[in-house]
């Protein structure tokens, strides 16, 4: 099975800020990779596949990248609705597995 | 607007059944393989199977291969989950999702999700 590692587990930065959130796979997974948001409460909803492709309605300040076994999604301009859980996704092979997910915060 | 309605959750014994449903709509459901995600309470994700768009492919992890069986119903746009001799860590919701690429056979993200259904499962 594909290992995913994400950090950081939780993360508090200030409006307007930039953070990124990264993910390390156990093995090359050729850029099958996706980033979704869950906001407290809600079902997950999909940012980024393919490492970088923005899934339509999602603002720009959100992005992706990297290959092989390292992936980064990146927030800019930090707004208060992006409060949520981020979590990576691995769909190279089965079993498909997520990373542990990171908490954001505001500060 | 893609909409993805899970039903059938509740409490369940240990050892018992329970099958899920999930109501699709908003998109030709046969054009897509669909897929069912579970959270356990305050935890992360977990893929708990993938079925092709026609129905003749079926993927699971190791954690439910053999209990559980997911299965379609394109013309009444339905996808299920059948849960067999169900155990306290099957607790958790249940999502329906809607993979992203239509008729491909390769795994891929999951586009669409649904609200969800709790299942717990507990003497």
């Known amino acids: 099975d594909i290992r995913m590692t994400q950090s950081p587990a939780s993360l508090s930065a200030s409006l307007g800020e930039t953070v990124n959130i990264e993910c390390l796979a156990s093995?090359?997974?050729?850029?099958?990779l996706a980033w979704y948001q869950q906001k407290p409460g809600k079902s997950p909803q999909l940012l980024i596949y393919?490492?970088?492709s923005l899934q339509n309605g999602v603002p720009s300040r959100f992005s992706g990248s990297g290959s092989g076994t390292q992936y980064s999604l990146k927030i800019n301009s930090l707004q208060s609705e992006d409060v949520a859980t981020y979590f990576c996704?691995?769909?190279?092979?089965?079993?498909?597995?997520f990373g542990s997910g990171t908490k954001l915060e505001i500060k | 607007e893609v909409q993805l309605v899970e039903s059938g959750g509740g409490l369940v014994q240990p050892g018992r059944s329970l099958k899920l449903s999930c109501a699709a709509s908003?998109?030709?459901?046969?054009?897509?393989?669909m897929a069912w995600v579970r959270q356990a309470p305050k935890k992360g994700l977990e893929w708990v199977a993938s079925?092709?768009?026609?129905?003749?492919?079926?993927y699971y992890p190791d954690s439910v291969k053999g209990r559980f069986t997911i299965s379609r119903d394109n013309a009444k746009s339905t996808l299920y989950l059948q849960m067999d001799s169900l155990r306290s860590e099957d607790t958790a919701s249940y999502y329906c999702?809607?993979?992203?690429?239509?008729?491909?056979?390769?795994?891929?993200?999951?586009?669409?999700w649904g609200q969800g259904t709790l299942v717990t499962v507990s003497s």
């Open positions: 996704q691995q769909y190279n092979n089965y079993p498909l597995t």
């Open positions: 999702a809607r993979h992203g690429i239509p008729g491909y056979k390769t795994p891929s993200w999951f586009a669409y």
């Open positions: 093995e090359d997974i050729y850029s099958d």
């Open positions: 393919n490492a970088n």
């Open positions: 908003g998109f030709t459901f046969s054009s897509f393989p």
């Open positions: 079925i092709s768009s026609g129905g003749g492919g079926t």
